[in-house]
């Protein structure tokens, strides 16, 4: 386990700026783990949208829509106080991917199936279809962060997305469904640890918690 490139995982808060990304670096990452990461049928039913370092409107966008469902989803159930957000990233990292749902092709194999009868509802129904593409999407972006691990650079994750927000913005105007997850890369800076705020009380589940032998 010593060897596993997520030992090196932080969330970031705030990637370093000068510090350069190469975008072909990124590109072959991104095609490695297209053609590693297993998916139901081969039909890899999300989408990765890639945001550069010169898109600022998004950014501002993101970090208004992350931020304002923290405080949608926490109402007033947290006392009134001053609230630190932690999505800094948005504006630092020089890449943010955006995951979304897509309808899938069939390829030959799976099209013949199809002319059948058989039914996917990977091709026609993203409703039925959302729990595969998540769980495909948190194996592609697992897969796509070790890589990314392995070559030095960091990688964070945010899921505080607004379900009732319709992204409609005309920045969105590449998007044809809701955003489900939100990845960003770069070289930290600073992380989550390095703030000290609690950092003892933040650890996982026992290993027992989580696995059962039955």
Known sequence: MKDNPFLNYRYVIDYDTEQKIDEQLIKDLLKEAIFTTPSKQNMMPYKIHVIGPGDKKIRQLLYNKSAG????????????????????????????????????????????????????????????C????????????????????????????TRCIPSHDCWDEPEFYFLQHPVLLIMTIGKRKLTRRDTGIWFDLDYKPSFDEVVTFV
């Open 69 to 128: 469902n923290e405080d949608y989803i926490n109402e007033d159930r947290v006392k009134k106080q001053k609230v630190i957000y932690q999505y800094k990233n948005f504006f630092t990292a020089p890449y943010i991917f955006l995951f979304t749902q897509r309808l899938s092709n069939a390829n030959p194999f799976f099209q013949k199936r199809l002319d059948r009868g058989f039914y996917y509802e990977a091709v026609s129904d993203l409703d039925k």
């Open 130 to 157: 959302r729990t595969t593409a998540l769980i495909e999407i948190g194996m592609f972006a697992h897969n796509f962060g070790s890589l990314c691990l392995q070559n030095k650079i960091d990688v964070s994750h």
